[in-house]
Nanobody, 124 residues
Framework: QVQLVESGGGLVQAGGSLRLSCAAS????????MGWFRQARGKQRELVAA????????YYTDSVKGRFTISRDTAKITLFLQMNSLKPEDTAVYYC?????????????????WGPGTQVTVSS
């Protein structure tokens, strides 16, 4: 089992920045990939960004490219999401997730463990 806890969410004005963190604990040696997902009210959960903990290959959904940056601290098994130039449409609950094994970091079905989520609200 891997436990994930997100932090860093909050209320920010459009154009502002936030940095999300996700601390992992437990059987973290089994973690191969980590990602940030978000779910806006009334919408499906979607992948925002993901990173392979081994190859460092990253993925970003088109709507956040150039604005969000995913990174990780291998020693502490911590995942970050730097979010700049935030827009009201970025408002959602953001979830950290991790996967084991050699799966692709893109499909939601690749992820085994999830954090409880942190709310990000961007006002216009």
């Amino acid at each position: 089992q891997v436990q994930l806890v997100e932090s860093g969410g909050g209320l920010v004005q459009a154009g502002g920045s936030l940095r999300l963190s996700c601390a992992a604990s437990g059987r973290t040696f089994s973690v191969n990939g980590m990602g940030w997902f978000r779910q806006a009210r009334g919408k499906q959960r979607e992948l925002v960004a993901a990173i392979s903990m081994i190859s460092l290959i990253t993925y970003y959904t088109d709507s956040v490219k150039g604005r969000f940056t995913i990174s990780r601290d291998t020693a502490k098994i911590t995942l970050f999401l730097q979010m700049n130039s935030l827009k009201p449409e970025d408002t959602a609950v953001y979830y950290c997730a991790s996967s084991k094994g050699g799966r692709s970091i893109v499909p939601m079905t690749s992820y085994d463990w999830w954090g409880p989520g942190t709310q990000v609200t961007v006002s216009s």
